[in-house]
């Protein structure tokens, strides 16, 4: 592995990043600096922080970022269960998304626990 591009969390994360800016777009005008804006900052995170944790020479300091990504990961989730019981998402793309989501929730936290050993 050369670059934390070549990682498949971090791929996964950046296709999440564009589908959650695509979904957002559609959100009511008064959305667009508050959940909107939340969302997509909370996204960014993820693969922000995978990329800078894989950029970090100890290990300890790359837990430390893949536990932001994590902890990001998590506020997206709630946010997108918000959407759409606010009616701002359907049930489907949010399912979509919450899948998505999980996927990089487990896969985060098995590198974790990897350079935890």
């Known amino acids: 592995m050369n670059t934390h591009?070549?990682?498949i969390?971090?791929?996964?994360a950046m296709e999440l990043v564009l589908e959650v800016y695509k979904a957002t777009k559609t959100y009511p005008r008064e959305e667009?600096?508050?959940?909107?804006?939340q969302?997509?900052?909370a996204v960014v995170s993820i693969p922000s922080n995978i990329?800078?944790?894989?950029?970090?020479?100890?290990?300890?300091?790359?837990?430390?970022?893949?536990s932001i990504?994590?902890?990001s990961a998590c506020e997206l989730e709630t946010q997108l269960?918000?959407?759409k019981d606010l009616g701002y998402i359907s049930t489907e793309l949010a399912q979509q998304l919450c899948d998505k989501t999980q996927g990089i929730i487990r896969m985060l936290t098995s590198l974790i626990k990897t350079l935890n050993k």
């Open 9 to 12: 969390v971090w791929q996964k």
């Open 39 to 41: 969302m997509r900052r």
């Open 5 to 7: 591009k070549d990682l």
């Open 81 to 83: 269960i918000l959407s």
């Open 32 to 37: 667009l600096f508050g959940l909107a804006s």
């Open 51 to 66: 990329a800078e944790g894989y950029g970090r020479i100890h290990t300890r300091e790359t837990e430390r970022f893949l």
């Open 69 to 71: 990504a994590l902890g």
